[in-house]
């Protein structure tokens, strides 16, 4: 380890260094290391179960949306976070069920269709 100001050689776990003085952050980089290994990953997939609850009325909007719920939520199945699993459950129950009401709303589409001709 080097000191910023200096630059000269400091041993390790040092909180100061011995040729000018200058005090080292080593706390404060273990606090942002630690904050950033706690971060969690976006709960996508039960974002896009709950969008799905409005999407299927525009099927063209409902597939894709429904479809990246699925992948999304299947993806977070793998969290080690039961939290994170639990959404990842929720958002995948919503995206199956609303692409299921999804294809029946296309195909109630084609039958109306069918019929005005």
Do not use: H, R
């Amino acid at each position: 380890m080097f000191c910023p100001k200096c630059g000269k050689e400091i041993p390790e776990g040092s909180t100061v260094c011995p040729e000018c003085n200058a005090t080292l952050e080593v706390a404060s980089t273990t606090a942002q290391t630690s904050a950033t290994a706690e971060k969690k990953p976006a709960p996508v997939g039960f974002i896009l179960g709950l969008v799905s609850i409005i999407a299927w009325f525009i099927p063209l909007f409902g597939y894709p949306v429904t479809i990246c719920g699925i992948v999304f939520s299947a993806k977070q199945l793998k969290s080690t976070d039961s939290g994170a699993k639990t959404m990842a459950i929720v958002g995948l129950v919503l995206s199956i069920i609303f692409l299921v009401v999804t294809l029946i709303n296309s195909a109630l589409g084609v039958l109306i269709q069918l019929s005005t001709l």
